[in-house]
Every structure is written in C-alpha cells, then in structure tokens.
C-alpha cells in the first residue's frame, strides 16, 4: 500500500472501526505482542491503547478496567483540538486568519498607550506557543496551573500577563490555549464544544459533548475525577488547554481526519492547508498546538497531554497511535512504545 | 548531619590551632599564621594589606574545600593551593559584604529569615478572606499563593519584585513628530550597539516615532527572541537601557525607570493574596512594617482569640524570632527589605541571629567588618553577640577596623605593613595589648593614639558659626522623618549622624538626593518617592552640581572593571590597537576587548570554567585554553611597552599609574584613585567583587576625575567602610582638598574620626524607627559635645 491511498480508503470509519490482523498490515505480530507486555509491566499508567493501520484497528487493548465506551480526561491533548478549530472558523471566514491579533476579539479590554508589546500579539503566536506571556518568563518552571483555577475571569487573567517577556520565545501556555478558545466564542458566537460538536464531531461520528454543569472550580473539577465532557471557564468559555473527555475511539478519529489531511468520507472538514500549516517542522520543534518529530529520518506529529496521553500520527506509514493514560505525575515516556514496539512493527509499507 | 562530617569534625577538633604555613597567594609573602580555635580574632591592617587573602581566600575557601571534599561532593582539582601546609581546619562559613550584596535581588530580609515561610503558613490557615470574587470563596489558599517568590503568588506584573523598570514614552518620544533614528539617538549607548539596531531598522529610521506600525514600535523598543545571543533577545532600545542599569545602576537620561509596580501597588503578592487578612491586614502590608512594628501588631492582634492552636503556636513562633530580630537591632527593616539593599552590619547581623539560633558548634566564622554601619553606642550588643558565637563552640575571624572590636578579640593577626606588595607580611600577632605597643603596626599606632588622625588644614566654621550659604530641605517626611527642616552649610564638610534606623538615610538618600536630581536634571515628579510630600529645597542656586557616591554596588556585569568603570578603558585600548603590531595585523581597538571580539573563544573573555558539582555547588576552574588570560591569542600578540593588553588587566592601579606616565589622559583618574588608598586594586578586577566601600571609592574617584566645575556638592554614605584608621586619614586628606577648591560636601557617617573633624554635623534620632525622625542636635562637633540631647556628641575627639 502506499501513501496516496490515504485519500482514497475503502471504508470511513464514521459509524465504527473495522478491524485487521496486523499481518493483513504489514505489521509483525510479535511486535505487538511485545507492546501489550511493556504496557502492562512498565505503563501502567496507560488505560487504553489502539493502533491504526492503513484505516483499520490493528491493536485495541484496554487496561486496569477500561473499556472502549469509557472516557479519558486527555489533558493537553485538548489543545491540538483547540488548533483544529481554529482553523476550521478561518476555513469558514469567522477570522481573518492567524496574523489576525488577539486584542482585535477583545476591544473592551483596556490597554494603556505605550502597550505596544501586548496589542501586537497575533494568534499565530498562541498557537505556535509563541506570543510573550508573564508566567513563565520570571524564571518559574511551571505555568502556574492553579492559579488559573483560581481566577473569577480566566481570559482576564491571561491577557493580563500578556505582553510581557520575549516576543517569539517558545513558552508553552495552557493559558495561552485558553485565550484562543475565548477567540473562538467571540468570533462565532458559539463556545468551542458546541462549535466542535457542529463543524468537527459531528462529521467524523463523534458524539455529540454535552454542557457539563460546573458546580465549582475545585481541583477535581477541573483537573481531577470530576472532569466530564469538556468543562468550562466561570464565564462559560470551554477551556482552551486542557478538560476535554473522550474514548479512545474518538481520540483516534481525530488523528485519522489529520492522515486524511482534512478529509472525512466526502467532506474537507479541515482544508488541507491548515492541516500542512500545523504541522510542518519548525525549529522549535512545535506546529500549531502540535508537537513534531523527526527520529532516523521518520516524520511526526502528537498531540501530547500529561500523565502520557497520546495521538501520534505518522504520516509515511499511515499510522494512528493513541494511549489514553490516568494522568500521573512523571509518567514514563511512551515514546519508548512507538520507538520500540510500533514503528519497528512496520515491516512492508 | 551528615556521619562524613561529625567525623571530620572530630578530627580537625583534636588541633587547638589553625595552623597556616607557607601562606603565598595574591601578596601574602610565605607567610606562617597560627589561628587559636574556639575564639574570637581580629584580622586588621590597611585595606590591601592581604586580610581578605588570608582570611577568604585561605581559611575559608579551605574549611569549605575540605569539607565538601570530606562529605565526597567534591574531588580535588588540580588547583594549585596558595599555601604549603594547612592543619586543624574546619567547616567555614563566611560572610563577605560584596558576596552578599551580589545575592539575588530577589531574597529579602523576610525570605532569609524564614519569616516570610511562616507568615504565609499562618495567611493560609488563620487568614479571613473578603469579598472573594471567584466561586471557590469557602476554599483555603495554600500558603504558596502568599509568597513573591512563588509562581502562584507573585504578582505577575512585577514577577513579585513590587517594582519594575519601565520605559517613560513621554520622556522617550516627547512629540508626534520625532523620527525612530532621532529616538535611537536620545538613547545614551555605546555607537557599536546603536549602529546594529540603525540597521536592523533602516527602512524606519526617518520615519516619525508616532505614526510607526505597532509591530515596529514594539520590536524597536521591546525586541524578540533571537538565540543568536546570550539575552535571546534582538537589539533593542529595552536592552539598551538595561545595558546602561547594569553597567551604571540607572539611566542617567531617566527614560528608564524603577517604578511602584501599579497592580500590587509595591506589596508584591497577587489580588488572591490581598483578599486575605489577618487583623485587618494583607500579608503584603505586614511585609512592608518595620519589624518593631509588625512585633507589636501580631503581639496585640485581636484575631488571635479565633486562632486554631496550630495558628496561636505559629504566632508566637513567629514572634520568638522578631523579637531576636529586633534585638539584634533589626527592628527597623521591613521583611520585603532586599538582602542586597542591606547596609553590611544590617547583613552581619542578620545572619548572626540566624547562626546564633542553629546552635551549630565547631565551626569557623569569618567576618567582614559586622560592625560596620552601627552607631558607637550600638556595637557592644552586636560584640556580645559574636562572643556569644564563640561561647557556643565557634571560632570567630572578623576583619575589622573598628576600635571597639578589635579591643574585644583575644588574638589580633595584624597585616600589612602596607598595601599591595608592601604587604603580605604579619607584622603582629597575639593579644591586644602587644598590638597597641607594636611599634612597626599602623593599626597599633592609631589604635594606641600614637598616631592621630589628621586636622582639617582648612576650618570654614567662625566661632560664630556659618556665615555662608547653606542648601536646606524642608518638611522632609519620607520614612519616619517628622516634617523636619535641615540645613546643610554649602562649602563645608557636613555630617549626617544617628543611631541605625534614625533616618539618616531618609533624610539623604530618600529625601535630599531625589530633590537634588529633580532641581538640576529637571527630574519628573516621579522622582520623590512618597510625592505627596511638601518636601522642598533651598539654596540652590549656589551649587552648580552635585554627585552622588553610594555604596551600591556598581552594577551586575562581570564584564565590567575599575578601569572601564572609570572610563579609561577605550583610551588603553586605543593605545594598544596604534602599536604598529596591531596596525600591521589590522586590529583595531574592538580586538582588546574580552567581551566582544577580543575574547578567548573556550571561555567566552571570562578566563574561568565553570564546573557543575551537583545541587547548588559549582566551583570554577582556569580556563584551560586563555589560562585565565581572558583574550585570544591575536589580542595577546600585540604589546606596548612590553605589555600585553592581559597584563594591564593584572596591573594595580600604582603599577599602571607609572606605567601610563606618558599618557595623561590615563594617568590622573588613576592617581586619585591611588591616593584614596585604592592603589593595590587591579585594573581588571571585575566591579561586581567589589566590596561596598571599594565601590564607593571608585564612584568617588570617577567623580573627581571629571573635574567639574564650581560648587559641586559631593553627598557620601558611609565612606569609612573598609577602611583602616590610615586609608581614613587618606580619605579625611581627600575630602578636605575637595573643600578648599570649593565644593561641599556632605557624609553619612558612624565613624567618630570623620564626624570629629567634620564643619557641622546634623544628628538625626533619638532612636531608630518610630521613635527616630527628629533632627535632636546640629551645629560643630564641639557643641555636639556639649549637647546633653546629644547621643554620639561623647564618642567625638575636639582637638584643637
Ligand atoms: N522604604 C521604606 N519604607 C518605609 N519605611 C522605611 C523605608 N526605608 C526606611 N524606612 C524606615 O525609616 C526609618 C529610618 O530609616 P533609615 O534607613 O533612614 O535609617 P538610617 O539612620 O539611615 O539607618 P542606618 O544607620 O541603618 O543606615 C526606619 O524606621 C525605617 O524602618
Ligand atoms: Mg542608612
Ligand atoms: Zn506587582
Ligand atoms: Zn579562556
């Protein structure tokens, strides 16, 4: 098989999955084997576990309990979906495009004459992780994340600290990601679950996400047990970074719409070139809210979450990987699985 | 503690002595020294004489090498030692005035003290939030969220710092019309850096400022990342201007300034934290009390009776260690107060109250001048605390040239004869009453009275009084100053005393100097901190200028040096690139520069590598290429006079005043350095090792080398720091000349030599804090004397 066939599949994977055995592949069983034994030796973190092949399921395990209709709280996996969005509402004309600048969506907010720094701020800059931000320039290892918790007005909060430190310097910001969802709403009108649901779920048979009914802004319910659907800020705005739910299944949808560049059975969900855009390679090795790759020549990109959430798409083998993992704190790398079991599995393309 | 280090200690415990042989760095000459443990020693001699060398560089960098290689994070490196034997050392720990004042600027009397840790503890737990606007009023905030140094807490406008620098437009672009080349240019940078940031906006240039992109406004002032360069960081105005804070402690044009920042209105901690309380208080306020009163507020706190028992024991924790604190005469500080901002005594004594509560025994103490910046009256508490040190099992090294404390040590190592190489010598060692009767010892000659410091060849004050002008500040009340009126006779050397806290500083730095810039720079209002103050000047108009010599530290930048500091630099280096090797090699004067071109590429112009140990522990090594030369091999080819460019860095101020003899221009700021007894510094030696009082000697140097004309007012704080009785009577020479060629001068003073011969003196007082803030006595030493009001009038000698 060969890689113009991804346009070109023999079945879309719209109502439900369809299986092959890994040889029918082009994949080495014993890899796989392999795989199921690491994870469950050594990742035990990682609930559930699928690899697409050529559009079919290849290896689909659920651990410690799962099951395929059980949802994952996926983390910053959310913020490749934020990406997706973005690009669909510039797709359909809601925004200029990503040179637009962040303060055109928040002309009430007020900035001071010689702010220059901050009312230059463009959204290519959040998405490429980009645009100067105050958490992390003073020397602070970690975005504080509960803080964000904390704020009666999140998107306040985050245009606050914006401005401020080395414009073009890759800080990675969950609440960057937050202030482009909040862009989103005030260009469409619609909060980015329900824009989801309309321009993004709904094609590739992704079940509708629910409003989720945020009862208070503890530690559980935001980054805990309580998370369900995709949670939302105090002023109603999805939350940008990080509180989307979803199966494994889905997860994988979403990766296999980047492999079609865009294409869902007849419709360009995406166009193409956003999906090129996103994930061409960059210096800093960071698309659009997509982490890239280049490993003995092999090309990627993987939307990353903590505690060792995954989608990892690799283009030349038309291959889907997705670990939906409880989040924990210094969680082992998964790449070791795609690196040593996955990839290595692959033995005729 | 660790086992490794109980049994070194048991070790090096068996030797009563420290026992030093063969003692050769920097000008120590082969000397032998025997240290008796378990006590208290004075290290005196005149500033260069090799007390540093063997105190600091010896005893301590060897007790820590020792040590650390005992608890195995260190393995010897092939150093050579300054010394041939060493026995019966222990673990050191020292403070050195320069090494703190370097400290991060971040660390503050309430982060040392652990007080601020604590205070937070009892804001989570016991704190009463208001009107809390997010819906998780009921949820407790951990006591991370009351730090400045934690993410959480910080207010993010000013990372926590409660100030921040910011450009003033108004004062950068003052009109619609002024183009980006005419904005470049008012910004005061070297022409190399101005060039590269022309061109990376040629297409702008004539432009005006006004009608610019945003994107360009911002890229020109702010930049963005390149990792081209260490900053990571474009050429840009904003790193201009931070150019010239670091290598001078401000903007002179005043474009850039330290503002209040205006979100945490200076206390530091974000909204979350304010909406705390604790009778009625943020913990941002409590910071910002002097410790005497932030000791009163918790002890009648009327909250304390809803306390849990957790909260009412950390209470009184907290109040156990702010009463050590205030009787260690810290009472005045403010737990935002910045370590580096501290005077050195404040520093020493901090930092002895932390030791003396460890209760560690066996280890050796080495000092530099704790007494420094107490009032007369003061020090005895502060000696009973080192003694306390000592009691408790320690050995105690001060460097010191205070009478009072060397009269308490049981052994005195004195240094010298002289600076520089006239030193390196012991010239005494044993108790105190040989060192008075030591003839070949200067300190023994002063401290004996049988030398004495010197006159004033020139009295200005009629036994009347001053008939002359006089420059007063009126109802000055910034801090704790009780509207007061001071009068400053003009033409005369004028001393400003008081107990430590009594506003002196106040009085000078925080209320005359801020009117001084804004009468002759015209300086914005901003200037006057506190501006709702009426406070105003008067008697301007007959001074020309005025010049202030602070012991702040001269900037961050190890880059920077004595010689470059005091603008001889490019003129050396311009000699060196006329000699005809550099002109056959085509090198021009940029190659004599280790930091840029001229720099050794293995270290960057550092002359050291820097070794990681594991944890905070890094130790530096000779760069094994420029062998701590600094330069490349071209910049080291050309010689002048038979020198390289390196070894005019290694040269002492004295050295190069003959050296340079032929170039005028180079010659006279050094020769007023030599004469204030700084002739022993290295050329090379990088600003920011310098101690306070060296720095201020330096500052003071460059001052007078610029000759101004007229009446210059020439405002000092503290200038005896460091210095022995005879660099004193140097400076008292030094100060006096400035009088008779016409200028004024006014010190900030503790020391009873240089307020004994001072024209008039402003004494500020009665106690420190609250209780300070008057003017309790002014006029001639001798009626100071003579004022029964008077508190340092007894200390003073009238000889007439
Ligand atoms: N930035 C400040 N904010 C509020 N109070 C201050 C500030 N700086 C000083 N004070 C208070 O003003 C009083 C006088 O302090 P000042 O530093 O002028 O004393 P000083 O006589 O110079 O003492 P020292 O001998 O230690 O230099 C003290 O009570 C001090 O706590
Ligand atoms: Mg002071
Ligand atoms: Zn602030
Ligand atoms: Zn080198």
Known sequence: MNKTQTNNRDYWPTKQWRSASPSSCGMDSAYLEKLDLAIRARHKNINGAIIVKNGYIVFEKYFNAFGPADTHNVASVTKSFISALIGIAIDKGYIQGVEQRVLDFFPEYPTKAGDFAKRTVTIRQLLTMTAPIASKTVGNKWEPLDRLRRQPDWVKYTLDMLGKGTSGQFQYSTAGAHLLSAILTRAT????????????????????????????????????????????????????????????RDMTRFGFLYLNKGLWEEQQVISEQWISASTAMTPNEYGYLWWLREKNGLLSYSALGSGGNVICCIPEKDLVVVFASKIVVKPRDSWELIDEYIIPSVVTD | MHYALSEFLSKGNVLKNIEIKGAHIHNLKNIDVSIPKNSL????????????????????????KQYLQSIGVFSPVDEEDGFESISGIGPAIAVQQNIIRQSNSRSTVGSRSGLL????????TEGVISCSLSGNSEERLPPAYFSYNNANGMCMTCSGKGEHYEIYMGRLVPDEDITLLQVFDKVNATPGLKNLLKRNFKD???????????????????????????????????????????????????????RQCPDCGGFRVGEEARRVFIGGRHIGELCL????????????????????????KLRKDILLKLSALVKARLGHLSLYRTVPSLSGGELQRLFLNDHLESGMD??????????????ESEKDQLIESIKRLRDIGNTVIVVEHDKKSIMAADHVIDVGPGAGTEGGQIVYQGDVSGLLDCEASSTGRYLSGRSSMPGRAFKRLEPTGWQGFWLTVRQASTNNLKNVDAAFPLGCLAGVAGKSG???SSLVSDSLLPLLKKHFYNNFKEGLSGDSSAARLEGTEDLSGYAEVSQAPIGRNMNSTPASYIGIWDKIRKIFASQPEAVKQGIGAGHFSFSSVGACPECGGTGREKIWLGGSFFIYNTCPACHGKRYNEQALSVRYNGKTINDVLEMTVTEAVSFFSD???VVSTLKVLDRIGMGYIKLGQPTPTLSGGEAQRVKLAREIGRKRRGNILYVLDEPTTGLSPSDTAKLICLLDELIQKGNSVIVVEHDPAVLSVCDWIIELGPEGGQAGGHIIAAGSPKSLKENPESKTGRYLSINE
């Open chain 1, 189 to 248: 009108g619609l909060c980015a679950r329900e824009f989801a649901n309309k321009h993004l779920f709904m094609p590739m048979g992704i079940s509708e996400i629910p409003d989720c009914d945020m009862k208070s802004f503890s530690l559980d319910d935001v980054f805990g047990k309580n998370v369900t659907g995709w949670i939302k800020d105090p002023q109603g705005v999805t939350v940008g970074g990080m509180g989307l739910t979803i199966t494994p």
């Open chain 2, 41 to 64: 020693v004075a290290v005196t001699g005149v500033s260069g004489s090799g007390k540093s060398s063997l105190a600091f560089d010896i005893v301590f960098e060897e007790g820590r």
């Open chain 2, 117 to 124: 840790s604590m205070l937070s503890v009892l804001f989570s």
């Open chain 2, 204 to 258: 702008y240039l004539e432009t005006p400022f006004s009608r610019l992109p945003d994107e360009i406004k911002a890229d020109a002032l702010y930049g963005h990342f390149v990792s081209s360069n260490s900053a990571n960081n474009s050429i840009c105005i904003a790193r201009l201007l931070e150019g010239l804070v670091k290598k001078y402690g401000e903007d002179p044009s005043g474009i850039y300034r330290m």
């Open chain 2, 289 to 312: 009390m002097p410790l005497t009163e932030l000791e009163e507020f918790l002890t009648v706190l009327p909250d304390k009776s809803r306390f849990s028992a957790f909260g009412e």
């Open chain 2, 362 to 375: 066996s280890i050796i103490y080495v000092l530099d001048e704790p007494t420094a910046g107490l009032h």
């Open chain 2, 502 to 504: 009594s506003g002196k």
């Open chain 2, 663 to 665: 170039e005028r221009s």
